[in-house]
């Protein structure tokens, strides 16, 4: 079985393969460059006031809530949004007055994101910040904090369960808090394992990249009650919020949709239905 960085990956589609692959080697080589032990000595000496990810996501007496994203392409459309400016995108969020929380997609090669971008969005909106990458790598997660996320994505396709806990350790030890994302009923019983308080479902299956919406009306019913759910991909209409408001999710989880948009405040308001 091929291995990089104890990642399976003999059971992943070639575009997956090929993003794990390319952080594996980006992840090493930034490890050459500021050594895991440097970075947590950074770390020790900054400011850091952590805001809390789930409170912000937990479900509201009258509506679910809308977790933003950021990001600039994807490996399956390409570019999606020319004029990629994190700032001025997280501002319209912010000002839109219905997003709860935002995701920065952080993925250079593919989707064209980069981790600073964090520390962009945290100085200019007071909203809690989730990590989306493909973390494969303890060293990623602390970087994570020491570029100010809040949160980050731990994907179980990608991990063993064994990974799953020592990543999830680390997070909670560091003060980060972790959605775990899941696409098939394997993948939350695995998940299921590591106690999680929140739990994303991606109606978008990594192996092939196609979407299925009914995947989170699949895998709800078996998450336990007192987890926060989050619906992730493929939503792009106020009755698909509908729908995930209907099935009991805290969250959904919205990039595509508003980053092809050219008046982001407006597509907020059509989403949510204001």
Known sequence: MNKMNNIEVSHLHSILKKIIEEKVSRVNRRKEVLPIDQLTKKINDLEYSHRNFKNAIIRKPHRISLIAECKKATPTKGVIKENYDVVSIVKDYYESGSVDAISILTEEKYFFGDIYHLVLARQVV?????????????????????????????????????????????????????????????????????????????????????????????????????????????????????????????????????????????????????
Request: include cysteine; charged fraction near 20%.
């Open 126 to 274: 007071p909203l809690p910040l989730l990590r989306k990458d493909f973390i494969i790598d303890e060293y990623q997660i602390y970087e994570s904090l020491y570029f100010c996320a809040d949160a980050i994505l731990l994907i179980s396709t990608i991990l063993s369960l064994s990974q799953l806990k020592q990543f999830y350790n680390i997070a909670k030890s560091l003060s980060l808090e972790v959605i775990f994302e899941v696409h098939t009923k394997e993948d939350l019983n695995k998940v299921l394992e590591c106690e999680p308080e929140i739990i994303g479902i991606n109606n978008r299956n990594l192996t092939n990249f196609i979407v299925d919406i009914y995947t989170v009306e699949k895998l709800i019913k078996f998450i336990p009650k007192g987890i926060v759910v989050v619906a992730e991909s493929g939503i792009s209409s106020n009755n698909d919020i509908k729908y995930f408001t209907n099935l009991g999710v805290d969250a959904v989880l919205v990039g595509t949709y508003f980053m092809s948009s050219s008046d982001i405040k407006q597509a907020v308001k059509t989403l949510v239905g204001v």
